[in-house]
């Protein structure tokens, strides 16, 4: 199974972050350091195990034939070096990364039959300017990045080989416009002869904690979306329309002190309760429950609810080392993972 590697370009958010703490890794980086909610930063490596054959109902734990394992080194400034997947004992894939001044400059990933490569060049203040992509050393795609005198990006160009790479498309022109206060209201992509291919509107209010944005395509409909978050950028709420105005669905989260979601509801085009979640957490902050309701004829209070325990151990420094899934009153562990870590 390869891990992708790519600049986040999420639904509600208009500019992909293009910093090398910003990157998604999927399973492992800087972004997941946080959550798999690691208290220590000086990190030198993660062991970690799972789909594991336990036969027991209580702690300790004895973890058998576990399917999948990684393997992930860490400089000492906490960035991923390197990353090693294994299903069922065999080497399935090996990324290595490599940094510059805390930037990352290559991915590469080895599957064995091929190797792909992803290098990305910035300029002297930091600014990603290109990223290039490999296949077995031949090159596939490149992209350009253009930005403004206040260092927004304006223009992101992805060019490939015809014959080359997925998809139909071998160029793509995306340009970002924003208002007075750096907010991105326009996002449009372009083919190389200047045909429109999706264009997003975005607009604010509420000090800009509130955002609509708008999909428009070929000029024939219109999708909207609102979300509002609160001051520490957690999404209080999400609402989806469709061509006419019409709500779509709603989602409301709420949040406790450490940003931990506490609770999310889930409503209908005709506002109708549908689902909600609930969590809670242990004094690290790590999940203890987690409780999903399905309510009957949207009523909430009278439906059926699926309720599911962690139990953890944890090391010296306050990082789990062994994870345990109990599901309802079953007595048996459902699902388990195992870490090994090691400290600078």
Request: with cysteine; hydrophobic share 25%.
């Amino acid at each position: 199974m390869k891990l992708l590697i790519r600049l986040s370009l999420l639904v509600f958010i208009c500019i992909p972050k293009l910093h090398a703490q910003d990157f998604d890794f999927d399973t492992t980086g800087y972004i997941e350091i946080n959550k798999k909610r690691i208290t220590n930063t000086k990190i030198k490596s993660i062991k970690e195990e799972s789909g594991c054959y336990i036969d027991q109902a209580n702690p300790p734990l004895t973890y058998e034939d576990c399917e999948t394992t990684y393997k992930e080194a860490y400089d000492k400034n906490g960035n991923l070096i390197s990353l090693k997947t294994y299903e069922d004992g065999s080497l399935q894939s090996e990324n290595t990364y490599t940094y510059k001044n805390n930037r990352i400059t290559s991915i590469e990933e080895d599957y064995g039959d091929e190797v792909e490569k992803k290098v990305f060049i910035y300029n002297l203040t930091g600014k990603l300017m290109f990223k290039k992509e490999y296949e077995d050393k031949t090159l596939e795609a490149t992209t350009t990045y253009k930005y403004n005198s206040q260092s927004l990006l304006i223009e992101e160009i992805y060019e490939r080989p015809s014959s080359k790479g997925f998809g139909s498309n071998p160029y793509q022109k995306t340009i970002y416009k924003y208002n007075t206060n750096g907010k991105c209201i326009f996002k449009g992509e372009y083919n190389k002869a200047g045909v429109e291919l999706d264009v997003r509107t975005y607009e604010y209010s509420n000090n800009g904690l509130t955002m609509v944005e708008k999909d428009k395509r070929d000029d024939t409909f219109v999708i909207q979306f609102k979300e509002t978050k609160d001051a520490r950028g957690n999404s209080l709420e999400k609402v989806s329309y469709d061509y006419d105005g019409k709500q779509q669905k709603r989602m409301v989260n709420t949040y406790d002190a450490n940003n931990n979601r506490l609770s999310y509801e889930e409503y209908d085009g005709d506002d109708k309760f549908v689902k909600s979640t609930t969590e809670t957490y242990n004094d690290k902050n790590d999940v203890t429950t987690y409780t999903i309701f399905y309510p009957t004829n949207h009523s909430k209070t009278e439906g059926s609810k699926n309720v599911t325990r962690y139990w953890y151990k944890y090391d010296k420094k306050g990082n789990w080392t062994q994870r345990a899934l109990y599901e309802g009153d079953e007595k048996f562990v459902s699902d388990a993972v195992k870490r090994t870590l090691k400290y600078y």
